[in-house]
């Protein structure tokens, strides 16, 4: 057998050597089991809230007319500017009016003029009777007509007093306090010919109403609730209501719940309700759309889950939870709404169940996790890294 030429052994020789080194190579290390910040989850409280969105109305609206007619002179306030009740707003012409109150007076003294006259007959009648001077027909003709111009008198006054009420109807007042609104009618237009003239209205706005409504299926939810002990439902003048102005702002005040209708609008299948703001600062103004969150009562045996915690997809939404053997377990779960950063969980959890709330994207489920309690401080793996390059790199310089 002829030996093997110098290159093939060689390469044999390098063959035998890379097939050692290739059995020394270690088996690749099982990644670390991620940690995770996890919350308890305990049954609690939380307040039953309705969002919805409503509209600002006055507290009352007062129509400003013209009463009598006559020819409007002057306007006396400042339109858009508040006003008292009683105030005079319009003038309009008296001069018509105080001619009727003249000869209304005038015929009232006409009158009473008449009433003694026959007053006086009657009483002559009277002593003459006795005596034989008059008749018993004449008699009763001089009470008749001193009857008659009693209620002549009577009837006089009662022109008078008319006049006189529809001069003073020439000054238009303000029927309430508010805020008076823009003009309707000119100067030197003829008003309350025929029909009582629209002059301007009068709007209290402070406190000011929010009108919402809330679905039938909504309310028929959270009676079968109530009826369950699943929820307290308040008392109607202990229901509150916060708003939250078109610019996100929330307004300071709250309002209360004062009205509630017993009907369901056909039209929208929604049952009315009212709530009542304060508006002292005049700052809102009627009219305006807000949101509204009203407070209606306490949900009860539920679970505060930190948003953070809460994960939705085409399922729906779920957490994920840390079992006692370290196991990653998904929890499909059903939430009201949010109260204070947290998710109100009303199904799908146990009380003791561990969410996870941090590291939620280094699990999986079934996988493993090392679960400890959540700090609502403490940095996410992102933060954590960027934290590390940056001291590193101030080390280095």
């Known amino acids: ?56 109305s006055a507290f009352r609206t007062a129509d400003v007319r013209a009463r009598v007619p006559g020819i409007l002179q002057k306007r006396v306030y400042n339109e858009g500017s508040d006003v008292k009740a009683g105030q005079v707003l319009f003038l309009i012409d008296p001069a018509p009016l105080q001619a009727e ?33 008059v008749s018993r027909s004449d008699l009763d003709t001089a009470i008749a007509n001193e009857r008659t111009a009693n209620a002549a008198v009577k009837q006089a006054q009662a022109a008078v007093q008319t006049a006189r009420i529809n001069l003073s109807y020439t000054k238009v007042e303000s029927p309430i306090d508010g805020r008076a609104s823009q003009q309707q009618v000119t100067e030197g237009a003829l008003v309350g010919q025929g029909d009582t003239t ?38 109607q003048d202990k229901a509150t209501v916060t708003i939250t102005l078109p610019d996100g702002s929330t307004y300071d005040e709250k309002g209360t719940l004062d009205f509630s209708d017993t009907q369901v609008n056909p039209s929208t299948g929604a049952v009315s309700l009212r709530a009542l703001i304060p508006n002292k600062d005049r700052t809102l103004l009627p009219g305006t759309y807000v949101t509204i969150a009203a407070d209606l ?17 085409t399922k729906g939404a779920y957490v994920m939870t840390v079992a006692g053997d370290g196991k990653v377990v998904r929890k499909d779960i059903a939430t009201s709404n949010a109260s204070e950063g947290n998710w109100i969980v009303t199904h799908g959890l146990a009380a003791g169940d561990q969410v996870i709330v941090s590291g939620l994207q280094t699990v999986k489920d079934g996988g493993q996790a090392k679960a400890s309690p959540y700090q609502p401080s403490q940095p996410g793996p992102l933060q954590s890294q960027k934290a590390a390059e940056s001291g590193g790199q101030a080390g280095k310089q």
Not at 21 to 49: D, N, R, W, Y
Not at 199 to 207: I, K
Not at 213 to 223: N, Q
């Open 101 to 133: 109150l003249d000869q209304s007076q005038a015929n009232l003294a006409s009158a009473q003029a008449t009433a003694l006259n026959n007053k006086a007959a009657a009483d002559r009648a009277r002593g003459l009777i006795g005596k034989n001077y």
């Open 198 to 235: 629209l002059l301007t209205t009068v709007d209290q706005v402070d406190p000011l109403y929010v009108n919402f409504t809330v679905s039938i299926g909504d309310l028929a939810s959270m009676r079968r609730a109530a009826a369950n002990g699943g929820v307290t439902l308040r008392d």
């Open 1 to 56: 057998m002829k030996p093997l030429p110098l290159r093939t052994s060689l390469l044999c020789f390098g063959l035998i050597a890379l097939s050692a080194c290739g059995k020394k190579q270690e088996a690749p290390k099982a990644p670390p089991t991620p940690e995770v910040g996890v919350v308890q989850a305990q049954l609690s409280s939380a307040p039953l809230v309705q969002n919805q969105v409503g509209r600002l």
């Open 297 to 313: 009562g306490e949900q009860n045996k539920v679970f505060l889950i930190p948003q953070a915690a809460v994960v939705r997809d």
